[in-house]
């Protein structure tokens, strides 16, 4: 190990700038640019006030260090709360362990999972590790819930997660826990001339090529569930020329079933739907009181 590098345990904030992309093409680089550096500003002051060092910043991120998990929660926590309602929303990504500090860069697996933990949380939301989690204080911890069992790139065990979203913004939603199937798929890329339909209690939506269709509990959904256990925004369907992509963006996951197979559970994820099938937003399709939207791909 040289001078100008140094083992650390520490705990990791990886905090991401979501809605930067729209920004640029709404308002232009300049003022893009302008606000996108004030949101960073922002975010760096708030690791200074509570003791954490900043690593970097690269694009719209910013990575630090803390040697008290709790101060990392302080953190998000103050972050989450302090974009709330503006253009620029943050998702993070927590994690603690052993790091090298390389100058201005930092190495480890916990920067690696941090930032996997980023990806997957969505804007006003951070993620961590169970590790982390069990360092914060009691209270803190019940603030931290439950959120899906994950394999991570590189691990051997799949791993808890846990989720914090500001209270303001998951008011209403009831949280359900279970195991994701970690199901994928890669689709090829024929020309656009389908469309997808979508149906529930009599409602049919349409989604065509270039078009995406919100399933949520908001008005503002294209589908609108309305039920308690069901997110405001759940789930989006998009059409890439001649295939359906359900993206789940909930708290709770959807089942994707089709006849004659068991039923798979999306979370956090994007599945190519085949052409037909039914969804069941957060419910098992045979739990008592599960709901299903049959889905339909045509040519």
Same mark, same amino acid.
């Given at each position: 190990?040289?001078d ?9 904030v990886?905090a ?20 996108i ?14 003791? &954490? ?5 690269r &694009?719209d991120?910013?990575? /630090? ?55 997957l ?11 982390? =989690?069990?360092?914060?204080?009691t ?7 439950? #959120?899906?069992?994950?394999?991570? !790139?590189?691990? =051997? ?19 359900? #826990? &279970?195991?994701? %199937? ?5 689709? *090829?890329?024929?020309a656009?001339?389908s469309?997808? !339909?979508?149906?529930?209690? &009599?409602?049919?939506?349409?989604? +065509?090529?270039?078009r995406?269709?919100?399933?949520? =509990?908001?008005e503002? /959904? %294209? ?12 789930a989006?369907?998009?059409?890439? !020329?001649?295939? @359906? ?19 798979v559970?999306?979370? =956090? ?10 969804? +069941?937003? *957060?419910?098992?399709?045979? @739990? ?12």
């Amino acid at each position: 190990m040289t001078d100008t590098q140094r083992e650390e345990t520490v705990a990791i904030v990886f905090a991401d700038i979501s809605g930067s992309t729209p920004l640029y093409e709404r308002v232009g680089n300049t003022k893009a640019h302008e606000q996108i550096s004030a949101c960073l500003a922002l975010l760096k002051s708030i690791v200074a006030e509570h003791d &954490g060092e900043f690593v970097h910043s690269r &694009g719209d991120d910013v990575v /630090c260090t803390f040697k008290d998990c709790q101060n990392a929660f302080k953190t998000t926590r103050d972050m989450l709360a302090k974009t709330e309602g503006g253009e620029l929303l943050v998702h993070i990504g927590l994690d603690f362990g052993d790091v090298i500090r390389v100058r201005d860069d930092i190495f480890g697996d916990c920067v690696n999972a941090a930032a996997r933990f980023s990806s997957l949380a969505n804007a006003n939301e951070a993620i961590c590790s169970e590790l982390l =989690r069990s360092k914060v204080n009691t209270s803190s911890q019940a603030e931290l819930t439950f #959120f899906d069992t994950r394999h991570l !790139k590189g691990k =051997r065990d799949a791993a808890n997660v846990y989720r914090y979203a500001v209270p303001n913004l998951d008011m209403g939603t009831q949280i359900f #826990f &279970g195991k994701s %199937d970690g199901l994928s798929a890669a689709a *090829t890329t024929p020309a656009p001339t389908s469309q997808a !339909k979508i149906t529930f209690d &009599g409602e049919t939506v349409v989604c +065509s090529s270039g078009r995406e269709i919100t399933i949520g =509990r908001s008005e503002t /959904c %294209d589908l609108v569930l309305p039920f308690g256990w069901v997110s405001r925004q759940h789930a989006v369907l998009e059409m890439r !020329k001649d295939h @359906a992509y359900l993206r789940d963006v909930s708290s709770n996951g959807v089942y994707v079933c089709v006849a004659g197979q068991p039923p798979v559970l999306l979370r =956090r994820e994007t599945m190519l739907l085949p052409p037909k099938c039914s969804l +069941s937003p *957060t419910n098992h399709p045979d @739990a008592e009181g599960a709901i299903s939207i049959d889905c339909e791909v045509t040519l």
